[in-house]
């Protein structure tokens, strides 16, 4: 029998954002969401550290031993001190509002964010094999230095990339997400992924994605067509897992 996987990751998982992602979580829970992966951001946009707040650890730590999975979500999720490229404007400024971190990055500067975040999660006794970069995006580099640093996985808006061998494979699944800042940014997102979903039901696609933001909450339209998408992909037989399931060891 083929694997339907639903992938439902919550994104900006940080001690500011506790309440409202705690809220989400239940919330996918009761709508049959039994494993989601948390993209946790270490030290968001350098405010608090991850470790300053034990509640904040104590609830990731049970929401693992429960099945979620852990993924480090870039280091502090903005664009502090980096420089900008005209290229990219778009991007940092406009798609993100300065938070694509590790777009035109120094490796030396990656690296040690990289290699912090890892051993932050050690300490915390969060076991990762996925890193994924704020907004999807970065520099063709990153996967390479992440497989330096042992991650098993990361991803792009359109993929799943295994990091597992020399060569990098990946698995073709856009996923759906929600652009929320703005009501015609609102609208296009509603459309945009109400055609994401009927194209990968009539694909019957084995892997689909969903990232919630957690603002997304905050608009009822967003919110409603969030929980009958899910609720849609798990009727048809999806089983939600997490990314981890996809890595061989």
């Not at 694997?3 to 829970?29: C, G, S």
């Not at 990762?128 to 640093?149: C, D, M, Q, S, V």
Request: aromatic share 14%; net charge positive.
């Amino acid at each position: 029998m083929a694997e339907k996987f639903l992938f439902v990751t919550l994104h900006d998982v940080h001690p500011l954002n506790r309440a409202k992602i705690e809220k989400q979580r239940e919330q996918l829970l009761s709508w049959g969401v039994k494993k989601t992966g948390l993209l946790i951001i270490p030290f968001y946009h350098h405010l608090k550290s991850i470790e300053e707040d034990e509640e904040f650890c104590a609830w990731v730590g049970d929401r693992l031993s429960r099945g979620d999975e852990p993924i480090i979500h870039g280091f502090y999720h903005d664009r502090l001190g980096s420089k900008e490229k005209l290229s990219q404007l778009f991007w940092t400024r406009f798609y993100t509002q300065g938070e694509a971190e590790f777009l035109n990055i120094e490796e030396s500067e990656a690296l040690r964010r990289i290699g912090q975040a890892k051993k932050l999660f050690g300490q915390l006794g969060w076991p990762t094999k996925g890193f994924i970069a704020p907004g999807w995006l970065y520099e063709p580099p990153l996967l390479h230095w992440l497989r330096r640093a042992g991650f098993r996985y990361t991803a792009a808006i359109d993929r799943i990339i295994l990091l597992e061998n020399l060569t990098s494979s990946s698995i073709y699944s856009f996923s759906l997400c929600w652009s929320n800042r703005s009501p015609w940014r609102r609208m296009i997102s509603r459309a945009w992924n109400s055609w994401l979903k009927c194209r990968a039901i009539g694909k019957e696609k084995g892997y689909v994605r969903i990232a919630v933001h957690p603002e997304d909450s905050d608009y009822r339209s967003l919110w409603e067509q969030l929980e009958r998408f899910v609720k849609n992909f798990l009727d048809r037989g999806m089983e939600s897992e997490t990314y981890g399931v996809l890595v061989k060891s």
